[in-house]
């Protein structure tokens, strides 16, 4: 894969974690961005999945991915044991984000956190006009087969980094493959946000 064909959100990730560092990827998927960050960053990398053919998929790219629950809890790893805890687009389909998200906190050094903004104003349209939860690139389920459990804005994670007085880092807005500077909570498709707890 060249540099050209990786995903945008995946681009804006990779800027935010320093080279030969540690990477601990909540929810890896089948492994795309654990395996850009070892190969273009050097990190020392684990992935947590809970579903067998992405683990199989991350074992053929070389990837040491271990089978949880992220809900489950973070009590194997020690405080501090990660330069960074990644949960790429994994928190909205977790039981208990704030559970998981104060262990990821403990776990790393800092944590990056991206997910789907449901107050893009395609879905605000979508729900307006239609009356219907909306389906858009960024949440392209139909409400029966998504895996998301919770919806949240960009606004949503704002007010809850102020409720936890958690340290936004950096904050990254995009909508396709460009960059969104201006009202993000109404035109971003996606917030990446890095996170610490005020190092």
Not at 40 to 53: F, H, K, T, Y
């Amino acid at each position: 894969m060249t540099y050209q064909n990786i995903r945008f959100d995946h681009k804006a990730i990779l800027k935010l974690v320093k080279p030969q560092t540690t990477v601990l990827d909540l929810g890896c998927g089948t492994g795309e961005l654990l395996a850009l960050l070892v190969k273009e960053r050097g990190v020392r990398g684990q992935g947590l999945e809970i579903d067998d053919q992405a683990i199989y998929a991350c074992v053929a790219k070389g990837l040491n991915v271990i089978h949880s629950d992220i809900d489950s809890g973070l009590p194997e790893y020690g405080d501090k044991s990660f330069d960074y805890v990644i949960l790429n687009q994994s928190l909205q389909q977790i039981k208990n984000p704030d559970s998981v998200l104060t262990d990821a906190l403990r776990v790393g050094r800092k944590v990056i956190i991206s997910f789907s903004n449901f107050a893009h104003y395609v879905s605000r349209l979508q729900i307006f006009l239609k009356g219907r939860t909306p389906v858009t690139a960024s949440l392209p389920y139909q409400w029966f087969e998504t895996p998301n459990l919770h919806f949240l804005s960009i606004s949503d994670f704002l007010y809850y980094c102020r409720l936890k007085e958690l340290n936004i880092e950096r904050s990254i807005y995009i909508s396709g493959s460009r960059r969104i500077k201006l009202f993000p909570n109404l035109f971003a498709e996606t917030g990446i946000f890095l996170v610490n707890r005020g190092l």
